[in-house]
């Protein structure tokens, strides 16, 4: 476990260093070069497509963390049980319509820019998190809300004080991975004008540089694989002070 950590703090210090200084990477980069092309891409700074693709990461699978939580609250009480069917629907929307068809939609009307690359990964987003919300919420051992009921908890508290948090770990986990399918599919975004790391992969492919697809690339890989191994070790926290495996 402990060389596993060091592996991932080793692996986050050199992500950090070849983002803010990119260019002393060069020569790991220069043999995947055709004729003289650089080596880095330089034309947008990595930090700021860094960021400014989280962000949109961050913000979108915020949107879709608090649609599809109040969505999975209200069909698991007794007044919404049959929106259920509804609530799926809206749900899979993101799976029914690939995200380069929503870009296509969303164009036209918000123009180019963030916005659509934002509405592509909400509505992706949405079914792993809905479902995990789900059923986290309707898999709770019963002697708990029933002891919950027993006490004289109002609805409001049982949910906030005793189902919310027993199914936080699976609802957690629901996050994780839409987090994780968002930063892959963010990438498309660099094609309506969204400033993400996708900028320098299409940079790559159009002039042919190997070195500039796999900058973007390993980027995006790392963030994926150390975010997701962050998530995990809150998930496991959380499932032990709640007591249910995550």
Known sequence: MKLAVIIRLL???????????????????????NNNAPAIYTQTSLLSLTISHLLL?????????????????????PFGV????????????????PPVAVLALAVPVFGFGPIPTLIALF??????????????????????????RG???????RLTQVEFPLAFPVILA?????????LATATIGSTVAAKTLGEVIIAGLQ???????LQGGLVVGVL????????????????RRTGRQA
Not at 27 to 32: G, N
Not at 57 to 77: D, K, M, N, Q
Not at 124 to 147: C, K
Not at 227 to 239: F, S, W, Y
């Open 11 to 33: 692996l986050l210090a050199v992500l950090v260093a070849f983002i803010v200084s990119p260019t002393r990477f060069a020569a790991v980069f220069a043999p995947f070069t």
């Open 123 to 148: 509505l992706y987003g949405l079914l792993p998190i809905f479902e995990n919300a789900l059923t986290g919420l309707t898999n709770l051992p019963g002697n708990v809300s029933e002891a919950a």
């Open 174 to 182: 629901g996050i994780r991975l839409s987090v994780v399918i968002s």
């Open 224 to 239: 994926a694989l150390l975010i997701h191994d962050g998530l995990v070790t809150v998930e496991r926290a959380m499932a």
């Open 207 to 213: 002039s042919n540089n190997t070195a500039f697809v």
């Open 57 to 77: 990461v961050g913000a979108a699978t915020l949107a879709a963390s608090l649609v599809s939580v109040v969505l999975a609250v209200i069909v698991t009480r």
């Open 151 to 157: 006490s004289g908890m109002t609805g409001w508290q």
């Open 82 to 97: 049959e929106f259920l069917p509804l609530s799926r629907s809206i749900a899979n929307i993101g799976q029914t319509f």
